[in-house]
């Protein structure tokens, strides 16, 4: 069964330092990355996507991505209060039009002022 | 924002009613999608739909059945509701180019 895993947390940083969000997946032929905010009692919304090795940077977040180690990761430089939500990663074969985005449970995340 | 809408937003029911929950988008977007999500399970598939009047099951379809008759609107259909099928359910919809999904609000559910 395909799996997307990832640290439930809480993960609590301070104000201004990096938060670090990991996820492994267990499909090789995964070829789409997504990462979803979600605060609480919301939808998620969809804040990175990342289709090749190597990072991907937008404003203050980067999106990692290693094929061969099955992993991705998501970087918020900068860390706020108002990044304090649930951070779910999603991983496909072809973007999930055919219903086949996996989602992991998430990772929340608290920053102190 | 994305134009895709849940009805209702929060609804209580009582065990063995039927319950249809309504998905509209404006997108024109093929792809549409109903999924659950609960504490220590994330986000599960129920089911899915790639056009007019094409569905798929998801991961988690017992107990639910969907209709598309229109591009715009995906219906989602509890036939007789349980006390297992309190969650809160979600929309989303995708269109052709690889961008991910965008969910509606949520449909906050609770069988009584």
């Known amino acids: 069964q395909k799996e997307v895993e990832q640290n439930s947390g809480p993960l609590s940083v301070p104000e201004g330092a990096i938060a670090s969000l990991n996820c492994t997946y267990s499909?090789?032929?995964?070829?789409?990355f997504f990462w979803y905010r979600q605060y609480s009692g919301k939808s998620p919304e969809l804040i990175m996507s990342?289709?090749?090795?190597g990072d991907k940077e937008d404003g203050r977040f980067t999106a990692q991505l290693n094929k061969a180690s099955q992993y991705v990761s998501l970087l918020i430089r900068d860390s706020q209060p108002s990044d304090s939500a649930t951070y779910l990663c999603?991983?496909?074969?072809?973007?999930?039009?055919?219903?086949?985005?996996?989602f992991g449970k998430g990772t929340k995340l608290s920053v102190k002022p | 924002d994305a134009g895709i809408t849940q009805s209702p937003r929060h609804k209580v029911t009582e065990t063995g009613t039927p319950v249809t929950l309504r998905c509209h988008q404006t997108?024109?977007?093929?792809?549409m999608y109903w999924y659950r999500q609960d504490p220590g399970h994330g986000l599960r598939l129920i089911h899915y739909?790639?056009?007019?009047?094409?569905?798929d099951k998801g991961e988690v379809s017992d107990g639910y059945s969907v209709s598309r008759s229109k591009t715009e609107d995906f219906l989602l259909t509890l036939e007789s509701a349980t006390s297992s099928q309190t969650s809160v359910y979600f929309c989303?919809?995708?269109?052709?180019?690889?961008?991910?999904?965008?969910f509606g609000s949520g449909t906050r559910l609770t069988v009584v």
């Open positions: 499909d090789r032929g995964s070829q789409s």
């Open positions: 999603a991983v496909s074969r072809d973007g999930g039009s055919q219903g086949n985005l996996i």
């Open positions: 989303a919809i995708s269109g052709l180019s690889n961008y991910g999904y965008t």
């Open positions: 739909s790639y056009g007019v009047k094409d569905t």
């Open positions: 990342i289709y090749s090795n």
């Open positions: 997108e024109n977007h093929r792809y």
